[in-house]
């Protein structure tokens, strides 16, 4: 059997008595941290609510000043977020005899809100490709067209805004590009 001795004793006690020191300076200087820390105010500690927005796009097709077709779009969107639509045909082509290329023909639109203060900033990019008419066409090969409006606007909840609006240099058609911003909740 061992004995333990005195001295072992005392330096197990010293050793226990160290570590409870440590353990209790630590969580003193911990505290004193905390309460020299600025208090945090609700806006601060608290997370934000998300404020989710409807966003309704609508593209116009004008002939003469006169709407002759309009493509509606909506997608939900929550503010300091981003999303987008996209809606495409990919078309084979032949471009040289037995190779294959695919078009793109598609509908794109990415938007991103941003909230600064009271203020809603809204940033939109979107692409729209189509193929011209048959009488614009130059030979027996597709011909695309593209149209982009790139905008970037603050919002006014609940009434439609203009975003951008582009003429056809081939016809006198004109396109617009609209979008509708409502608070959902």
Sequence with gaps: MTTITTAMKRTVATCALIVALMFTCGIAKARAQ???????????????PVEAYRLDFSI???E????????????NLNANDDNEIRIATHV???AKEGEIHNLDVSTSIWSRLRKYNDQLELSVRSTISNFATPDQARDSRPVLRELKINASTLVLLGKPMMLGSVDDPNSKRQFQLEVTVTKLR
């Design 64 to 75: 003469d000043g006169k709407k002759i077709n309009t493509r509606q779009y909506s997608l």
């Design 92 to 94: 084979p082509v032949e």
């Design 60 to 62: 116009n097709e004008l």
């Design 34 to 48: 905390e309460s020299s820390a600025p208090a945090k105010t609700p806006e601060q500690g608290a997370p934000k």
